[in-house]
Nanobody
Framework: EVQLVESGGGLVQPGESLRLSCEASGFTFDNHVIGWFRQAPGKEREGVSCLSSSDGNTYYKPSVLGRFTSVLDNTKTTVFLQMNSLKPEDTAVYYC???????????????????WGKGTLVTVSS
């Protein structure tokens, strides 16, 4: 059975860091794109990052560029989202998702995701 399980969310103060994990079971991330998405209360879900497992190339939403880093581990079963300098506007439920490997001139595309995790809540508040 294919499963994605996120972990690592929690309550932090502005400026602090968190590392989210997305662990795959039943398959590996090889030859896929892995996306991190988030949904804040009352808002639509948005893409945060999209990582290509073929070359590690990653697209980041402009508001997180330079603060967030998505990394695929060597086993290709876990993806991490390192989030630094967190802001209150980063508060959301964070989801990971996996889809077929799609590349564009702008980078990897996370537009047709096949599997989703259930999410982990990140709250940034003082």
């Amino acid at each position: 059975e294919v499963q994605l399980v996120e972990s690592g969310g929690g309550l932090v103060q502005p400026g602090e860091s968190l590392r989210l994990s997305c662990e795959a079971s039943g398959f590996t991330f090889d030859n896929h794109v892995i996306g991190w998405f988030r949904q804040a209360p009352g808002k639509e879900r948005e893409g945060v990052s999209c990582l290509s497992s073929s070359d590690g190339n990653t697209y980041y939403k402009p508001s997180v560029l330079g603060r967030f880093t998505s990394v695929l581990d060597n086993t290709k079963t876990t993806v991490f989202l390192q989030m630094n300098s967190l802001k209150p506007e980063d508060t959301a439920v964070y989801y990971c998702a996996v889809g077929p490997l799609k590349l564009s001139i702008a980078g990897p595309l996370c537009t047709d995701m096949d599997y989703w995790g259930k999410g982990t809540l990140v709250t940034v508040s003082s």
